[in-house]
Nanobody
Framework: QVQVVESGGGFVQPGGSLRLSCEAS????????MGWYRQAPGKQRELVAL???????TYADSVKGRFTCSRDMFKNTMYLQMSSLKPEDTAVYYC???????????????WGQGTQVTVSS
């Protein structure tokens, strides 16, 4: 069993900041990457940021320079610091675990339940 829990969403005015957290726990041996995706109403889910086990971070062009993703390898925890938020950042943000291998040697991908971020004046 693997649990993925996000926190930190909320309501913020344009130009404001929020920090999201994701904690993975349970039967975890290793994983390839942790990432954040988001889905706005009526739109497809899209990648926001991805951090590999090698520490390589990839960002969507729309958030570069405004969002910072960091990962604590030992705690299986990841953060997304969001600054200069815009109304178009409004979405449900999901934590994603890529190619996780559990203690039984089984591989799979996992999603959290999502946390709502609303940017509005």
């Amino acid at each position: 069993q693997v649990q993925v829990v996000e926190s930190g969403g909320g309501f913020v005015q344009p130009g404001g900041s929020l920090r999201l957290s994701c904690e993975a726990s349970g039967s975890i041996y290793n994983m390839n990457a942790m990432g954040w995706y988001r889905q706005a109403p009526g739109k497809q889910r899209e990648l926001v940021a991805l951090v590999t086990d090698d520490g390589i971070t990839t960002y969507a062009d729309s958030v570069k320079g405004r969002f910072t993703c960091s990962r604590d390898m030992f705690k299986n925890t990841m953060y997304l610091q969001m600054s200069s938020l815009k109304p178009e950042d409004t979405a449900v943000y999901y934590c994603y675990l890529d190619r996780l291998i559990n203690l039984d040697g089984e591989e799979g991908n996992y999603w959290g339940q999502g946390t709502q971020v609303t940017v509005s004046s």
